[in-house]
Every structure is written in structure tokens, then in C-alpha cells.
């Protein structure tokens, strides 16, 4: 894993070029340049389905846990595996999804388990509080 900084900070979704952290977290993850990855949330409300495509055009896929059914069943509707949080696993490298320490939206960042690996945002916070969301890309 390598750390890539994000290079957009507007918490919403209408802007824009709203936040590219989750941009920046697969970059991280995946050990590519930021340019090398989509900014996913540019595809508005089809943005998961961009990162889905985006990882099985490199022989990758996703697999997440969340406690919010809508979301489950988001991921789930597109051939996405999704358990609940308290079974992701401790040991491998995710994309965990949680509340901003800036309080301002939803934030992503690189863990091991709960050790911080990297933070897009230059701060170098993490998430503030539980996640709501957790990714493993493999």
C-alpha cells in the first residue's frame, strides 16, 4: 500500500468535483497514481457501479459489510458480497466509510483492523467514530 493524498475537499455531492478520498483510498490500496484511478463519484449516483468496473477490468472485485440494509442490498443487487460490519475482517486491508473528523460528511481511509494506515485527507485523522461501511478490494 502506498499513501496518495486527495486533491478535492467539498463535502457534497452537487458540486463539482465533489471529494475525491475514495479516489484517493483505492489509489492507495491498489499502489496506482491518483490519475490512474476514476473519480468515482463524478458517475453521481452510479458511482458504485464505476468502482465495481473499474476493479473487474483489472481482474479485482469488492466485497464490503455494513450494518444499513439499503446499502447491503445495494451492493448485494450488484453481485457484490456485503455482511454485516462486526465480521469484516481484522487482519486484511480495507476502505473503511465513517463519519469526517471535519464533521462535514463521510469520509474514507485505509485500515488494518482499527490501525489507521493512511488517511487521503492531509490532515491524517481517519474516520471520527464507528465506520458505517467497510470495503475489501482483493
Request: hydrophobic share 45%; aromatic share 10%; charged share 15%.
Amino acid at each position: 500500500m502506498i499513501g496518495v493524498h486527495q486533491t478535492s475537499f467539498v463535502a457534497s455531492m452537487e458540486a463539482p468535483i465533489p471529494g475525491n478520498c475514495i479516489q484517493a483510498a483505492v489509489a492507495s490500496v491498489l499502489e496506482l497514481p491518483l490519475d490512474g484511478v476514476p473519480h468515482f463519484l463524478l458517475f453521481g449516483d452510479w458511482w458504485g457501479i464505476a468502482l465495481i468496473r473499474f476493479l473487474q477490468a483489472r481482474g479485482l472485485s469488492l466485497r464490503t459489510w455494513t450494518d444499513r440494509d439499503d446499502w447491503a442490498a445495494y451492493w448485494v443487487e450488484q453481485g457484490v458480497p456485503s455482511e454485516p460490519l462486526a465480521a469484516a475482517p481484522a487482519d486484511q486491508v480495507l476502505i473503511v466509510s465513517g463519519p469526517s473528523p471535519r464533521g462535514d460528511w463521510l469520509h474514507v481511509a485505509v485500515y488494518r483492523g482499527t490501525e489507521l494506515l493512511h488517511d487521503p485527507h492531509p490532515e491524517g485523522n481517519g474516520i471520527a467514530g464507528d465506520p458505517v461501511e467497510i470495503w475489501m478490494i482483493s
